[in-house]
């Protein structure tokens, strides 16, 4: 079985300023894909960046980039120069499509950015 | 760009009826997901399907039932509707065939109400 764990339930960080969001996960393949997805408050699920297992950089998008440490076992979210529109639930998820009872997306608990002007 | 459509946005049912909702993946994704998510919790998956046949199934109940249209609309049907079912339901798409780089692109969601 594949697992997410979130351990901020709630982060606050000043508009502009960049913020960490901490994802670690526990699988026993080798082979998946990391995802994570945005929830605003009005309720849809925005998906921002994915990482690969074997991808060698770290995966960027505009002011998301993901910090992939393999060995650790984590995949923290890095959003940086803070906007008030950042302020939303960020769910942290993993996909495994080579074991059939894991091929979905597993999501962790959440962490809830404000943005604080 | 084109999204995953859901129909409708908002439904609000008695306990005991019956629900279907609706819906229509991103033009050539022919993989579809249905999602469940509690107030305050993570989605959790029900079901999938793949070129129209079930893939994989998750905690789905027995009440509820879905497929996948030839022109690759999924529907889900709930009967017996439970005060517990209310939730919000997403259903996502993915081009399929990129294994674990399978990017699931999700729609806005469809807010269930049992009273």
């Known amino acids: 079985a594949q697992k997410i764990t979130q351990t901020q339930p709630g982060m606050f960080v000043q508009e502009k300023e960049a913020v960490t969001l901490d994802c670690t996960y526990d699988t026993s393949d080798p082979s998946y894909g990391l995802f994570w997805y945005k929830q605003p408050s009005s309720g849809e699920m925005i998906f921002l960046i994915y990482q690969g297992s074997y991808d060698q950089q770290n995966a960027t998008e505009g002011r998301y980039s993901l910090n992939f440490q393999k060995a650790r076992k984590s995949a923290n979210l890095v959003i940086s120069a803070s906007q008030l529109g950042d302020s939303a639930m960020y769910f942290c998820a993993i996909y495994n499509s080579l074991d059939s009872s894991a091929r979905q997306l597993t999501f962790g608990s959440g962490t809830q950015l404000t943005v604080l002007p | ?115």
Request: hydrophobic share 30%; glycine share 8%.
């Open chain 2, 1 to 115: 760009a084109a999204g995953v459509i859901q129909s409708p946005r908002h439904l609000i049912k008695e306990k005991r009826e019956t629900a279907t909702l609706k819906c229509y993946p991103i033009p050539r994704h022919d993989t579809v997901y249905w999602y469940q998510q509690g107030p305050g919790q993570d989605p959790q998956f029900l079901i999938s399907f793949y070129e129209k046949m079930q893939s994989d199934k998750g905690s789905i109940p027995d009440r509820f039932s879905a497929q996948q249209f030839s022109d690759y609309h999924s529907e889900l049907n709930m009967s017996s509707l439970e005060l517990g079912d209310s939730a919000l339901y997403f259903c996502a798409s993915s081009p399929g065939d990129l294994g674990w780089s399978d990017t699931q692109y999700f729609g806005p969601g469809t807010r269930l109400t049992v009273l």
